[in-house]
C-alpha cells in the first residue's frame, strides 16, 4: 500500500517532467498502428508490444542487410540505455563519428600477432576446473528485458535501482584502479612519458601493444579523457566475457546432444594430445579443424548476441510497410542463421 500510494503521488510529476517523452511516444504510437495492425508475411517481420511500447522484429535476412548497411540508421535503441548506465559511451552504444574514430583506433589491439602473445594465459586459465552453472531469478531477468520498468520511481521503489547503482560503482572503480596501475607501469618503463614527445601511430601499431595499452599510448593523439578509457574499457570487458562465455556454454552443450559428433571431436584431440596431460600449443589449435567447425555451428544456432537495437531516424519503407521514425527495431541472427538461402 504505501508503495503504491508512493507510486500515485509521484505520478503527476513523472508526468510532468517528461511532456516531451510522452508527446513523442504517442505520436509513435499512432502511427505505427496502422503499420503494425496489418496482415504480413510473419517470416518477414513482426511487432512486438511491451506494454504500450512498439516494437518490430525483422527476420529476413535481405531486409537486415538493408538496415545495418545503412549509414542513416545508426542510432541504438533505448534497450542499450540501462547498459549505457554502466559501460558509459564506450564503442558497443556510441554512434556516429565518435563510433567510427573508436572503431578505427582499437582494431589494431585485436590483430592475431596481438592474440598470441597471450596464448600461454589463454591455456593456464583454460586449465583451471572452474565451470560453474550460475541461475537467473525469473523476476530479475524480466525486469531486464523491459525498459518501461527503468522508470526511475518504479526502478528505485522495486530496491533494483539502488543495487545497480552500487554495482556499477563497484566495478567503474576496479577498472579505473586497473588503468592507473598500468599507467604506472608504462611510466616506469618509459614507453609512456608526460613530456611532449609521444610515439607516432606508426610506432605503436610496431609495438603492437594489448588492448590497455594501446588506448594509453593514444590518450593524447585522440584526446581521450581518463573516463573515455574507461568506457572503452568495460565496454569490452562486458563484451568479452559475456560472449565467449555464451558460446563455450552452447558449444559444450550441443556437443553433448550429438554423440557422433562427439566421438569425432575427442577423436581429433586424441590423435593431436594422446595420452599426455600437456597443455596446448598454438601449432595445436590449427589441428582442431573439426572442433572449430563445431564452435562456428553452434554460433550459427545459438548466437552470442541474439538481438541487436536500433531506433529508426526517418520513416523507412520494409516489405511495403511504411515504419515511422522513432520506431524500435529488433534484428536477429537467428532469421538469416536459420533461413535455407
Known amino acids: 500500500m504505501i508503495i503504491l500510494a508512493l507510486i500515485l503521488l509521484f505520478f503527476p510529476l513523472l508526468l510532468i517532467l517528461n511532456v516531451k517523452s510522452i508527446r513523442k511516444f504517442v505520436e509513435l504510437s499512432l502511427r505505427a498502428y496502422e503499420p503494425l495492425t496489418k496482415e504480413r508475411d510473419l517470416s518477414t517481420l513482426f511487432q512486438i508490444w511491451l506494454g504500450p511500447f512498439p516494437f518490430v ?63 600461454e594465459v589463454f591455456a593456464r586459465c583454460g586449465a583451471k576446473p572452474q565451470w560453474v552453472l550460475v541461475s537467473t531469478r525469473k523476476s530479475a531477468a524480466a525486469w531486464s528485458m523491459f525498459p518501461h520498468l527503468w522508470a526511475p520511481p518504479i526502478w528505485y521503489l522495486s530496491g533494483l535501482g539502488f543495487e545497480f ?3 556499477v560503482k563497484l566495478t567503474n572503480n576496479f577498472t579505473r584502479k586497473v588503468i592507473a596501475e598500468r599507467r604506472s607501469v608504462l ?21 603492437k601493444p594489448c588492448f590497455l595499452d594501446l588506448l594509453l599510448l593514444m590518450q593524447r593523439a585522440n584526446a581521450l579523457s581518463d573516463e573515455d578509457i574507461r568506457e572503452e574499457v568495460d565496454t569490452f570487458m ?47 589449435i590449427k589441428r582442431m579443424v573439426y572442433l572449430e567447425r563445431c564452435i562456428k555451428e553452434a554460433l550459427r544456432l545459438a548466437p552470442s548476441v ?30 538469416p542463421h536459420q533461413a535455407p538461402e
Not at 83 to 110: N, Y
Not at 319 to 324: E, F, K, Q, R, S
Open 57 to 119: 522484429s525483422v527476420v529476413w535476412p535481405q531486409y537486415i542487410k538493408e538496415i545495418l548497411e545503412s549509414n542513416t540508421l545508426l542510432k541504438k535503441s533505448n534497450n542499450y540505455d540501462i547498459v549505457r548506465r554502466w559501460i558509459g559511451d564506450g564503442l558497443l552504444v556510441s554512434e556516429g563519428e565518435k563510433w567510427q574514430k573508436r572503431r578505427k583506433m582499437l582494431t589494431p589491439a585485436f590483430h592475431f600477432n596481438v592474440l598470441r602473445n597471450y596464448h
Open 165 to 167: 547503482d552500487r554495482l
Open 187 to 207: 611510466v616506469d618503463e618509459g614507453v609512456l612519458t608526460e613530456e611532449d614527445h609521444q610515439l607516432t601511430e606508426a610506432e605503436i601499431k610496431q609495438r
Open 238 to 284: 562486458f563484451e568479452g566475457h559475456d560472449t565467449t562465455s555464451s558460446s563455450m556454454g552452447f558449444t559444450t552443450w550441443l556437443i553433448g546432444q550429438y554423440p557422433e559428433e562427439q566421438a569425432k571431436v575427442q577423436a581429433e584431440l586424441d590423435e593431436i594430445f594422446g595420452a599426455t596431460d600437456r597443455q596446448p600449443e598454438e601449432a595445436d
Open 306 to 335: 541474439p538481438f541487436v537495437g536500433r531506433e529508426l531516424q526517418h520513416d523507412v519503407k520494409i516489405a511495403g510497410l511504411t515504419l515511422p521514425e522513432n520506431l524500435s527495431m529488433v534484428l536477429s541472427p537467428f532469421g
